[in-house]
Structure formats: structure tokens, C-alpha cells
Nanobody, 117 residues
């Protein structure tokens, strides 16, 4: 069992930036994929960014070029730098850790990001 704790959310104006952090209770080195997802009211949870243990990153078109995921295996931390924020980025953002063998999937409790003027 690993515990993931997100922080860094808040209220920001359109065009602004935020950096989310995810602290893991144990080494993230063994996880195949670390990622960020978000869920807006009335919508399904969606992928925001993933980073594999080999350093391969993936972003949907909606955030590509604006968001950057990074992981610090030594500190058991995962970050999401969000720039040029838009009102449609408003959501609860969740940290996720996945292993393929055995298959496990862990989630944090989420942190609220609100983009509004």
C-alpha cells in the first residue's frame, strides 16, 4: 500500500501558473507509471499527464505545451507544472501510481484547482 498526497492547488487567474506536488509514502521507482488525472464537476476523470519509469511522458492535446510532469525518484515526488491556465482546467487533480506486475493502481485524495478571474 502506498499513500499519495497532493498539494499546491488553489485559485489562479486565467493565464497564470500553478505547480502541483504529489508526495508518495514509499519509493516511486518501482512504479511503472506515475500520473496526474483531473475531474471536473459532472465530468468523468481524465488523463492529464503520465511519466513512465523510463522517463517517457504523455499528454492529451488539451494540455500539451502548457503542462509538464516530472518525477524525482530520490524524493518520492511527482510534480505537475501548469502554465497558461484556462478556466476549463478547473477540476480536482489526482495523483496516480501504477504497477503492471502485479497490477496495482493507487490514487491520492485530490487537490482543487480553480481558474477564474
Amino acid at each position: 500500500q502506498v499513500h499519495l498526497v497532493e498539494s499546491g492547488g488553489g485559485l489562479v487567474q486565467p493565464g497564470g501558473s500553478l505547480r502541483l506536488s504529489c508526495a508518495a509514502s514509499q519509493s516511486i521507482f518501482s512504479f511503472n507509471v506515475m500520473g496526474w488525472y483531473r475531474q471536473a464537476p459532472g465530468k468523468e476523470r481524465e488523463l492529464v499527464a503520465t511519466s513512465t519509469s523510463f522517463g517517457i511522458t504523455n499528454y492529451p492535446d488539451s494540455v500539451k505545451g502548457r503542462f509538464t510532469i516530472s518525477r524525482d525518484n530520490a524524493k518520492n515526488m511527482v510534480y505537475l507544472q501548469m502554465n497558461s491556465l484556462k478556466p476549463e482546467d478547473t477540476a480536482v487533480y489526482y495523483c496516480n501510481a501504477q504497477k503492471y506486475v502485479p497490477p496495482v493502481d493507487y490514487w491520492g485524495q485530490g487537490t482543487q484547482v480553480t481558474v477564474s478571474s
